[in-house]
C-alpha cells in the first residue's frame, strides 16, 4: 500500500443516533463537516458536537482525519492500511466514505496517538491548518 496523506479536520464532532424514523433535524446540518445515514435500523448522525442537543443519545469528542482524494474506486486496502495500525495501537475508530475519500473518526484523546500512529506506519498526517 502507498504512503497516504492525511489531514486533521479543526472541528469537535459528535456520532448521534435517532430513531429510524426520525426527520433530519436542522442541527445535523451544522458545521463543516455532516453526515447522515438513515437504514432500517437508526438515523446516525455525525455533525459538530456543540450543535446536538445535551439529551440526545450521542458520542461527543471525536475529531475526523480526512483521506486526501480523490481515490479511485479500483483502490484496495485503503481503509486496512489505517486502521491496522491503529487497531495495533488499541484505537477505535468511525469511518466513514464518500464519493472522492474517506474519513476516519478517532476520539480526540487518542488523535495524537493516533497520528503517531499513522506516520509510524508510512503515511503523512498534517494537523488542523498544517
Known sequence: MRALELSVL?????????????????WALAGAFQSVTRTDDELSIVC?????????????????????????FSLTGILASLAGPLADEGISV????TYET?????????????????????HRVKAPGG
Do not use: C, H, K, M
Open 94 to 97: 468511525f469511518a466513514l466514505s
Open 10 to 26: 479543526p472541528e469537535e464532532l459528535a456520532i448521534t443516533r435517532l430513531s429510524p424514523s426520525s426527520p433530519i433535524p436542522s
Open 48 to 72: 459538530a458536537s456543540g450543535a446536538v442537543p445535551e439529551n440526545a443519545a450521542s458520542e461527543r469528542g471525536w475529531r475526523a482525519l480526512r483521506v486526501a482524494g480523490p481515490l479511485e
Open 102 to 122: 474517506d474519513y476516519l473518526l478517532v476520539e480526540e484523546r487518542n488523535l495524537q496517538r493516533a497520528a503517531d500512529a499513522l506516520r509510524r506506519a508510512g
